[in-house]
């Protein structure tokens, strides 16, 4: 499996791109004026704690110094991890120079966006 979609995202634009590594996927997200790593998660799946016949995750997230993607990187590996129950790599860099609160606010949703998109399509 390969995948790779391009969404415009204030003013430029975000990359999403998966790629299976056996039931495993590597899904790398990068855009803005300096696509770059500024963070990376890994989501390993397992059954829920609170209730065993559902799945989970549990996520390492690793950050560049100075970057504010680990969050989103997290949200990312986590919810495909338990749509597609396998282990799931999320290397994610969207930066734009000068960005106000509001355009980082579009990027979040528009990476949260395509994330629901993608988790409904594998599911």
């Known amino acids: 499996m390969f995948e790779q979609s391009i969404i415009p995202c204030v003013g430029s ?31 390993q799946v397992r059954p829920s704690l609170a209730d065993s ?8 997230v690793l ?7 680990d969050e989103i990187a997290k949200y990312v590996a986590q919810q495909i991890a338990v749509a597609r129950g396998a282990n799931v790599v999320v ?9 106000s609160l509001d ?3 579009e990027i979040d949703q528009a990476i949260r966006t395509w994330c629901t998109d993608f988790v409904r399509q594998i599911s």
């Open 13 to 43: 634009e975000i990359t999403f791109s998966v790629v299976a590594q056996g039931e495993d996927l590597c899904v790398t997200i990068a855009g803005g004026t300096k696509p770059h790593i500024g963070a990376v998660a890994l989501a």
């Open 91 to 99: 290397s994610c860099g969207v930066h734009i120079d000068h960005a």
């Open 53 to 60: 016949s559902r799945l989970s995750a549990s996520v390492s």
């Open 103 to 105: 355009q980082l606010q």
């Open 63 to 69: 950050t560049l110094l100075g970057h504010k993607e």
